[in-house]
């Protein structure tokens, strides 16, 4: 291998880890984004205190999840993996019938890399991990 090869080797290395450096820095959205979008997507069932209550749940024919207590439900802990596929509706796909719908299309954009519990930074997409962070925020213990 000649040096010049050697160089573009490691320029190219180096310009990788500059873009994983600038990714992990990117900055995690606030629970405050997070509540804006749960106001314009689910609190119409879910109700503005995402206990279940929203206007329209009464017409669901299934109640809406009192989403304040997902961590209480499974002793203290936020399942944050599970919670994003219930977002995505990856976990809802062979539910058959009406139910909440599947918002990963809709919330999807610009990522960044989330650590979700098993230690992998996952690319996710940046609206799915503010609205997650927002109901992280508001669990309640029982």
Same mark, same amino acid.
């Given at each position: 291998m000649t040096n010049a090869m050697k160089?573009?080797?490691w320029a190219i290395s180096a310009v990788g880890l500059l873009g994983l450096g600038a990714c992990m820095e990117a900055s995690m &959205?606030? &629970?405050a984004d997070g509540q804006a979008l749960f106001m314009d997507y689910c @609190?119409?069932?879910?109700? #503005?205190t995402a206990?279940?209550?929203g206007p329209m749940a009464a017409d669901l024919g299934v #109640? &809406? @999840?009192d989403l304040t207590h997902i961590a209480a439900r499974r002793g203290g802990n936020f399942p944050r993996a599970e919670v994003l596929s219930m977002i995505d509706g990856y976990a809802r796909s062979d539910l058959s019938g009406p139910g909440m719908p599947e918002f990963g299309e809709l919330l999807k954009g610009d990522?960044? &890399? %989330?650590d979700t519990g098993d230690g992998i930074l996952t690319p996710t997409p940046r609206k799915m991990v503010a %609205?997650?962070?927002?109901l992280e925020s508001i669990q309640v213990a029982d």
């Open positions: 160089g573009g080797i &959205p606030e &629970p @609190a119409s069932c879910h109700g #503005t206990v279940g209550n #109640t &809406p @999840a990522e960044l &890399p %989330l %609205l997650m962070e927002y």
